[in-house]
Each structure stands twice: as structure tokens, then as C-alpha cells.
């Protein structure tokens, strides 16, 4: 069996390297899920303060966008085998930030307002226990 030439060994080296890349480009990294929570500890606020003032296009657009950043720790907890505690939290945050933009459209603030005052609640509780920095 013939030893492969200098070309061919860096050619594999970078090919392994390339599939290494491959298999990791998709899951979210602790960074990440630092990220997401400092993103939601703003917002969270900042979503109370368009209720208030009845910024209904501001305060639709922050719902969403915590929607979607619970969305992705749920998945980031399913993906590392997290407990069924975190991804519970994660699953019911993402549908009380729903519940934040449904209150918008249908104008019942009252309701928006204690859906992110539970998030808020929920994000202590779950910092004491996941938050990784």
C-alpha cells in the first residue's frame, strides 16, 4: 500500500476539517444561549414599556422576536439533552411571548402585560439554574 503524497494528506486533513465544521455549524453553542438570554432580559423589559405607551407595531415586533429566541433555546435544550424542566420553560415562555403578541392585535394590554411579567419572573428562576456566564 502506497503512503499518501504531501497533497493528498492535506487534502484529507482539510477535508476532515471541512466535516468537523459541517457537524457543528448547526448547533447553537453556550455563547449563543448567552446571547439569547441577554437579548430576552432586555426585550422582555422593553416590551412592557410598548404596552404601556400602546406601541402596538413596536411591541409586536419585540413579542416575535421573543418568540423566536425562546424557539431557539427550546431547540438548544433538546439538543443538548437538557432536563425536561428547562425545556418546559423554555416551550412555555415561547407561548406566553404568543400570547404577548396576541394581546397586542386584539388590544387587551392588560393581558400582554402579565404574560411578559411572567417571563420576567421565569427568566430569574431559570438563570439561577442554566445561565452559563
Known amino acids: 500500500m502506497q503512503k499518501p503524497g504531501l497533497v493528498g494528506e492535506a487534502l484529507r486533513r482539510l477535508f476532515l ?3 468537523l465544521l459541517s457537524d457543528t455549524s448547526h448547533s ?6 448567552d446571547i439569547w438570554m441577554r437579548k430576552i432580559d432586555t426585550r422582555i423589559v422593553d416590551v412592557q414599556r410598548k404596552l404601556d405607551s400602546r406601541d402596538d407595531a413596536e ?4 413579542a416575535r422576536e421573543i418568540e423566536d429566541l425562546y424557539a ?9 439533552g437538557e432536563s ?19 394581546s397586542v392585535t386584539t388590544k387587551n394590554y392588560q393581558a400582554g402585560g402579565n ?3 411572567t ?13 452559563p456566564f
Open 59 to 62: 411591541a409586536l415586533a419585540q
Open 28 to 33: 447553537a453553542s453556550v455563547l449563543d444561549f
Open 72 to 80: 431557539k433555546m427550546e431547540a438548544y435544550f433538546v439538543a443538548k
Open 84 to 102: 425536561a424542566d428547562a425545556i418546559k420553560l423554555s416551550r412555555e415562555s415561547k407561548e406566553l411571548a404568543g400570547v404577548i403578541a396576541k
Open 115 to 117: 404574560a411578559a411579567v
Open 17 to 19: 476539517f471541512a466535516l
Open 119 to 131: 417571563i420576567a419572573r421565569a427568566c430569574t428562576d431559570c438563570h439561577d439554574l442554566y445561565r
